[in-house]
């Protein structure tokens, strides 16, 4: 886990789904190859010929980007020009957690002492449909107030106007919030832009920890008036 900003007061905690509230390099694996597969199968083209072009496309992204990452939403659509429509409904079709996942009794756990403190959020670059199953698998559905995704604003992340739209839903101005997620350059670099929080996890094991990382903080905030005050220069790495 690293963490890149805490504000001083936390109101929300915006949650990244994949690799984020689960680790499943399978399920991972599937939702990288299962629309290259389709998309071969549309174009005549071998799987492996397609997925050599979108290898390109991130190594050259990369180097015109200072090394950062881009979707595979933005691949298809900006090398294959699939549309966001298609994307979504190809996903929808193909995406199965229930075929990868199961519940997961201590993410359960650990959200519901989150919650206690904070609205959480999850904000995917899946279709809600898809998000609304894969946190139903894990158990954890009913303890999100707003779930955000590819087809709320009709854009992939990172993005300005669908981040906006999932603090205005939850009620919250973006310095109140946190974003946590796996990829930096996808799920924290503009967060931290717009003034919010950004923790960067590398999988859900982190995320058992992060009541921990937050309670302690915040107890001090609330109850020591002789503690000086973390601010977020005091948890950068
Ligand atoms: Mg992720």
Redesign the pocket.
């Known amino acids: 886990m690293k963490i890149y900003r805490i504000p001083e007061k936390i109101s929300a905690l915006i949650f ?5 509230l689960y680790t499943n390099d399978d399920y991972v694996r599937f939702q990288l190859e299962s629309p290259v597969r389709r998309l071969a199968e549309i174009r005549g083209m071998s799987p492996g010929e397609l997925q050599g072009e979108i290898e390109e496309y991130r190594k050259d992204y990369a180097k015109d980007h200072e090394g950062a990452q881009v979707s595979l939403g933005n691949i298809f659509k900006r090398l294959f020009n699939i549309g966001m429509e298609e994307t979504i409904r190809w996903r929808e079709e193909l995406y199965k957690p229930e075929d990868f996942l199961s519940p997961d009794p201590r993410l359960r756990e650990t959200l519901l002492r989150l919650r206690n403190e904070y609205a959480l959020a999850v904000y995917t670059n899946n279709p809600v449909l898809v998000a609304r199953k894969t946190l139903a698998v894990l158990g954890v559905e009913d303890l999100f107030q707003v779930i955000t995704g590819l087809d709320t604003c009709r854009v992939s992340k990172p993005n300005e106007i669908s981040l906006r739209k999932t603090a205005a839903l939850l009620g919250f101005p973006p310095e109140a919030c946190v974003a946590v ?3 930096y350059d996808i ?1 924290l670099a503009l967060p931290l832009k717009l003034g919010m929080g950004g923790i960067l996890v590398d999988g859900v094991e982190d995320i058992y920890c992060l009541p921990d990382e937050l309670f302690p903080k915040c107890q001090i905030l609330k109850t020591s008036s002789d503690t000086p005050f973390l601010t977020g220069k005091d948890h950068l790495e």
Not at 16 to 20: I, N, P, R
């Open positions: 990244d789904l994949d690799s984020t997620g796996d990829r799920d």
